[in-house]
Nanobody, 118 residues
């Protein structure tokens, strides 16, 4: 699986940003695609995910109601719409993939930086 994320940048608290991840694999329907993030000095944490087949979504409690993950089967992308951004959302955001049923993400794209100022 190859993944390439884009769309990070600078934002102020309360603003919105949209991240996009281009995904390619022989059979994307076997995978769960997710967004994870790592803030400076902190461990990487789960943000949101979507199954390529069935569109089941999951969110971290910290982003529920503010972030929305979606996929576009025609473009082979997954997007993360981030609304009502907070300074604590500042992090390097990674697009990742794992086989359905696996606990760990095995495939990673390069991170894209999101910086939110107060």
């Amino acid at each position: 699986v190859q993944l390439q994320a884009s769309g990070g940048g600078l934002a102020q608290a309360g603003d919105s940003l949209r991240l996009s991840c281009a995904a390619s694999a022989r059979t994307l329907s076997l995978y769960v695609l997710g967004w994870l993030r790592q803030a400076p000095g902190k461990q990487r944490e789960f943000v949101a995910s979507v199954t390529w087949s069935g569109s089941l979504t999951a969110y971290a409690d910290s982003v529920k109601g503010r972030f929305t993950v979606s996929k576009d089967k025609f473009k082979n992308t997954i997007d993360l719409q981030m609304n009502s951004l907070k300074p604590e959302d500042t992090a390097l955001y990674f697009c990742a993939a794992k086989m359905r049923g696996d606990s760990e993400y095995a495939f990673w794209g390069r991170g894209t930086l999101v910086t939110v100022s107060s």
